[in-house]
């Protein structure tokens, strides 16, 4: 068999699979495709997959559906997504935990960065300090004097050890010099619940959870912890604003595969996904529930996940939180 025959053999067997994963991306997708979320129901993370899900859903065809397997600051979803099917019928909701626990995990049974292929960047949505009426609290200040004069009195909650709520209330000990004890639920929804029935006082919460609750009375906001106020509340102001640079906790959310996924249906969902990020009608819905959309493509979200690692792997120095 002469070399020129076999170089056109190989390059008609490329062709072939080339054409193959371009049908097969066409007619995607043929059954319903499940979005791995490691957070429980009510979560910023599950209430932005079942948006985005819904509305993917009515673009492509068939059933987008959420699948919460919360725990762990999101490593078992994480591990589980990992392993999945490198089908498109398995994809995974990737989040800020995941370069946060990058930072603060020495050993993890995936590698996020090599596991996982980006889409694109779904939307951030900033978190707000808030605080129990009962506190009676106003403001930063007013918190900050509170518990210089109980030390180790109060107690703040997060969604999970090592989340950015966590990190946020730890950086907020650090640099106030107070001593407000951290106590971790998994997942925001379980924490929030606490919250509001008074048996902790604080939390940094993604402002998706609570702003029902702040426009009810039942939490008090207290200070934005971005890089700017929200125009959901745009009287509250940031840490900044009071005193506490450098307490950006903002939580993102990104629509990413197992690596191996044909890239044909990566580059269709990607497509798909900010297509509908440009919509006035899902603008309009996620605005409302307090996300900023985002968008772009899988070079901006590789390079977005590479900052953030860099970001919180600093946060997690600055606040004294021991590696695992």
């Known amino acids: 068999m002469s070399v020129l025959f076999r170089c056109g053999a190989c390059v008609l067997a490329l062709l072939v699979c080339v054409g193959a994963g371009a049908l097969r991306a066409a007619e995607y997708p043929t059954q319903p495709v499940r979005i791995i979320v490691g957070f429980p129901a009510g979560a910023a993370g599950d209430l932005i997959s079942r948006a985005v899900a819904a509305h993917l859903g009515n673009d492509l065809g068939q059933q987008f559906v959420v699948e919460n397997r919360p725990g762990a600051s999101s490593n078992i979803a994480t591990q589980y997504a990992a392993r999945a099917s490198k089908d498109g019928y398995t994809l995974f909701l990737g989040t800020v935990a995941n370069t946060v626990n990058a930072a603060v995990y020495s050993k993890l049974p995936f590698d996020f960065t090599k596991d996982f292929t980006p889409m694109a960047l779904i939307a951030t949505v900033p978190v707000v300090l808030v605080a129990h009426p009962s506190l009676g609290v106003s403001n930063v200040k007013e918190l900050i004097a509170l518990a210089k004069s109980k030390p180790g009195q109060l107690n703040y909650a997060s969604s999970g050890i090592a989340t950015t709520p966590h990190l946020a209330g730890a950086l907020l000990n650090v640099r106030a010099g107070i001593k407000i004890v951290h106590v ?38 207290l200070a934005w912890a971005a890089p700017k106020r929200s125009s959901v509340l745009p009287d509250i102001p940031t840490v900044a604003e009071v005193g506490l640079p450098d307490l950006d906790a903002s939580i993102w959310f990104g629509l990413m595969a197992p690596t191996g996924t044909p890239m044909p249906i990566l580059d269709k969902l990607s497509m798909t996904l900010n297509k509908l990020l440009k919509s006035p009608t899902v ?18 979200f590789t390079r977005y996940i590479n900052s953030e690692i860099g970001k919180w792997s600093a946060a997690v120095e600055a606040a004294g939180v021991p590696k695992k």
């Not at 603008?283 to 996300?291: F, T």
């Open 184 to 221: 971790p639920y998994q997942g925001s929804s379980p924490a929030v619940v606490d919250l509001l029935a008074g048996r902790t006082q604080i939390m940094f919460a993604p402002v998706s959870v609570v702003l029902p609750h702040i426009r009810a009375g039942k939490l008090k906001a």
């Open 283 to 300: 603008l309009a819905q996620l605005e409302k529930m307090g996300y900023v959309p985002l968008g772009g493509t899988p070079a901006d």
